[in-house]
């Protein structure tokens, strides 16, 4: 438990708040503590999914759909992952657009809202649109980010969105025309958020040099972000094509995951569009969701001062046991990067990823690390299958390389999360947008109370 300020709060001694406090945990966690056999008794699929990793089916969507297994004989059988946008395969999307030259970010964010591939003409008028929602409103940087730095930019970037709610002249009105150009100006604009955001965290607390870039309305969001995030605004076209990428593979992923659901639920209650946007960034913070390619490189970190050999299987194999068994890196059991709530046999977005990892490893000098990386990959997978009873397979998922890349890159890890959010924010439009216009009622799945019932006893009796 964190310490509590040394000064009386209203007048009450803070060591007497710190024992109540302790006191009330107690109790707390006594009456939320729910028997697991309760879950199997009842039949309740907890997280909203069975045994074998299957979702219970919540709403419908034509925006993306994740395929993990096929069905045979009525029996679900894992294959190789696929993603689909609006029903593109994510493979043939990014081969068009990287063999065209072209940066694709901006293209499947049109995909994802519009429902199409736009034509030469619609992309570059689209590309007009997001450029002129790029600036952010007089004097929101020196009062919002500026003048109230966070400490994690999640949780600073949730500020700002909310804060923009009081910018806009029509905050309230939830007509598809209102939220659509909403959500467009919130995908412009969060590339300057977000750095914004951390610009102003590294002056006030590491003291570095405070240098802000406006955006350029010719540049991609790729461009833009490391444009203004590099105080020389340099960057290299393969920095700039695999941060693409990056924004691709991350902008969308079915409405069952964590934050879009979270979106969905917002919603659905009629509230507007920054309350929603807000909601689903405070769910993406959490390292069981966004949060996880940070845990990833911390893991590597760790494993690159214990393992004297990085070439040795056995060495690398003897690490994940200590892993599993809560005896390396921070004991919680997991191997971070591996595994995927839907995916069994592989991550469609981490494979297409691997290829321009292991070629940004070579022009980065990073080739000996990339190399533990896939061994753990490979072993990873293995070592677990071994130790657990496995309903599902496991794999590299794509936060097992995106922290490598963002920090070939050389971006700070405090944007790690945010960069997926940044990427996310096209999603997260389209399924509010989905939401809105299928006309739904609120969402609002059952739970059954276990408590049982009991007689009031009068203050005087307890």
């Known amino acids: 438990m964190s310490d509590f300020p040394c000064q009386p709060e209203n007048g009450v001694d803070s060591v007497f708040l ?23 008794k009842y039949e309740v699929k907890r997280g909203l999914r069975d045994i074998s990793g299957k979702g219970v089916l919540a709403g419908l969507t034509e925006i993306s759909e994740v395929l993990a ?17 609006r029903g593109y395969d994510i493979r043939d999307l990014v081969d068009g657009f990287l063999s065209d030259g072209r940066f694709g970010f901006e293209e499947v964010c049109f995909l994802l809202l519009f429902g199409h591939l736009p034509s030469a003409d619609e992309y570059a008028e689209f590309r007009r649109v ?98 203004m995030l590099h105080p020389d605004s340099r960057f290299t076209p393969l920095e700039a094509r695999i941060l693409d990428l990056a924004l691709v593979l991350h902008a969308e992923h079915g409405g069952g995951n964590n934050s879009t659901f979270t979106n969905h639920v917002v919603t659905s209650s009629g509230t507007d569009t920054y309350s929603a946007m807000a909601s689903s960034l405070c769910s993406l913070k959490g390292p069981r969701h966004g949060g996880a390619n940070i845990k990833v490189m911390q893991m590597f970190d760790d494993m690159k001062t214990s393992i004297r050999d990085w070439h040795d ?7 994940i046991e200590k892993l599993l068994d809560k005896q390396a890196f921070d004991k919680s059991g997991l191997v971070y990067g591996i595994g995927h ?15 321009f990892v292991e070629e940004l490893a070579e022009a980065k000098n990073a080739g000996e690390e990339y190399l533990l ?19 599902k397979g496991v794999s590299a998922n794509i936060d097992f390389y995106s922290g490598f890349v963002y920090r070939m890159l050389g971006l700070p890890p405090e944007l790690y999360t945010p960069l997926f959010a940044t990427a996310r924010m096209a999603g997260w439009s389209a399924h509010r947008i989905e939401e809105l216009s299928n006309n739904g009622k609120i969402i609002r799945p059952a739970y059954k109370s276990v408590s049982g019932h009991k007689d009031y006893v009068p203050m005087a009796g307890r």
């Open 18 to 40: 710190q024992n109540k406090i302790a006191e009330y945990s107690s109790f707390a966690r006594s009456c939320s503590q729910i028997d697991p056999d309760l879950y199997t």
């Open 341 to 355: 709530a839907v995916y069994s046999l592989s991550d469609p977005r981490a494979l297409i990823f691997r290829g």
């Open 69 to 85: 297994y096929v069905i045979e004989d009525g029996d679900l059988v894992p294959c190789d992952g696929r993603l689909f946008y």
């Open 130 to 227: 997001l450029s002129s929602y790029m600036s952010l409103p007089d004097e929101f940087l020196r009062n919002t980010i500026m003048n109230a730095p966070g400490h994690d930019m999640m949780n600073q970037l949730a500020t700002s969105v909310l804060t923009l709610y009081t910018y806009d002249s029509d905050p309230e009105d939830i007509s598809i025309p209102n939220v659509l150009r909403q959500c467009l100006r919130l995908i412009a604009q969060f590339p300057s958020l977000m750095v914004y955001g951390f610009q102003s965290y590294a002056y006030y607390y590491n003291k570095q040099s405070l240098i802000i870039h406006s955006p350029d309305p010719q540049l991609s969001a790729a461009e833009n972000i490391l444009h």
């Open 313 to 319: 299987d056995d060495e690398i194999c003897a690490y």
């Open 373 to 391: 990386y896939s061994k753990v990959e490979t072993l990873a997978p293995r070592v677990i299958s071994r130790r657990r009873k496995m309903y």
